[in-house]
């Protein structure tokens, strides 16, 4: 899987994300969703919050 798929999942959804529900989504492994979000983010594609409910660790994501 591609940043792409990735990139094209969050644009066609336009809400923020978690990164579990795109894994649930895409239907690939956790380590590779979280080093292509991480390089989308570092290119600035997506934007990136901390999740609201202090019980669910990690981010959520959403495209720019």
Request: net charge positive; aromatic share 12%.
């Amino acid at each position: 899987m591609s940043q792409n798929d990735v990139y094209n999942l969050l644009k066609n959804k336009k809400k923020w994300m978690t990164t579990k529900e795109i894994q649930y989504e895409l239907k690939i492994s956790l380590a590779t969703i979280t080093q292509n979000l991480i390089k989308l983010f570092k290119y600035s594609e997506v934007f990136r919050k901390d999740n609201p409910i202090k019980a669910i660790p990690g981010y959520s994501w959403k495209i720019k």
